[in-house]
């Protein structure tokens, strides 16, 4: 750990104690940016990612998602303790809040852990140096009850490793890398994942209560989420209709000349 | 032009003997040769597109208006072509025009 720093992340939270309130102009910007350095991609396919995920092929599920995002590394996997409190070293760059819901002894009671170090050495994005580059990543063992939150969440772990590849400006920055993940393909993926509903029934003598619990994962508020999600819905829709266009009228450039 | 160089009518008009003439000139094809071999780069990168999922600012833009740019040329250079050969076409000799003819609407 001497020559590197660990990011942390948790990612569970409550409420809206951790989503940045900001306005969709920064929004917008922040996808404007994005877009014209690391482009939009069409939605991965949950297949893709579920069926390694479902065999239990962890490590493979995790490397999907990176190759995705455009980084061909190397995934060194290990397990965490559900329970698992990140400690944070000196040598600890970024600490962010818990990923796992806590008790009063800091103790995880809900959620999951991922944590993927970054170390200083990391390759530019693109570049052959990044092929099998290794990453170090932390996982919780209880993932297997959350593959929705995972996704959500190791996609949002590398995307960070994207823009500190890509070496920008705002790779600190949990908003930038939330749209990351949505331009490179995860848009749904995090529309369908960033939120879990739990039901408990609570019993006293004379009634039951039904208790439900959401939790709302990720920087963005449900407004700025929705609309980013539709402006790069919108992208990559245009993309494709201007494929399509383009793909339709090559044959009849091919006619023209022929005649 | 090969082909009528070698069967050609044995008396041609002035005029189009001139136009022939011009056809063998230096660079003629040239334009047209250029025009085409922009335009099958651009189809290919068309091709490659086609199945991409990724995608980048501006890349069917500037693909669609280099496109159109190209087709406009390709129609602009079409009809003096297509002038051309008939000038081409009417020079053949009789036999091998027919030989021609026959062959095209067997194939169709």
Known sequence: ?259 | MLFLDTYHRPVIKQIDAQQIVSFHQLGYFDTIENLLNRLEKKLAKIQTYKTTKHYFLGMFDNLNKDLATISSEVYQKKEPLEKDLIVLKRNIDFITRMKINLISFIKE
């Open chain 1, 1 to 259: 750990m001497a020559d590197s720093y660990l990011f942390t992340f948790q990612y569970l939270r409550f409420g809206k104690q951790f989503m940045i309130d900001v306005n969709q102009e920064y929004i917008s910007e922040a996808i404007c940016n994005l877009f014209g350095l690391v482009g939009a991609k069409e939605n991965i396919y949950y297949n893709s990612l579920y069926t390694p995920f479902n065999k239990g092929k962890i490590k493979e599920c995790i490397k999907e998602i990176a190759q995705y995002l455009g980084l061909p590394i190397e995934i060194i996997l290990s397990y965490v303790p559900s329970n698992y409190v990140p400690t944070h070293s000196e040598s600890q760059r970024f600490t962010s809040p818990s990923l796992v819901a806590t008790d009063s002894n800091k103790r995880g009671r809900a959620g999951i852990t991922a944590e993927v170090y970054i170390p200083n050495n990391l390759p530019l994005y693109g570049s052959s140096s990044l092929k099998n580059f290794p990453i170090k990543v932390k996982i919780s063992e209880n993932i297997n009850e959350y593959p929705d939150t995972f996704m959500v969440v190791m996609a949002h772990e590398l995307s960070h490793i994207v823009l500190y590849s890509l070496q920008h400006s705002k790779k600190e920055n949990e908003i930038y890398t939330d749209i990351t993940a949505m331009l490179l393909g995860f848009n749904e993926i995090i529309s369908n994942g960033r939120k879990t509903v739990k039901q408990h029934e609570q019993r006293s003598l004379l009634s039951t209560t039904t208790i439900t619990e959401t939790v709302t994962y990720g920087y963005l508020t449900d407004s700025n989420f929705n609309f980013a999600h539709n402006k790069i819905k919108e992208i990559v829709s245009q993309n494709k209709s201007s494929k399509k266009i383009s793909s339709s009228k090559a044959p009849s450039y091919i006619n023209n000349l022929k005649h």
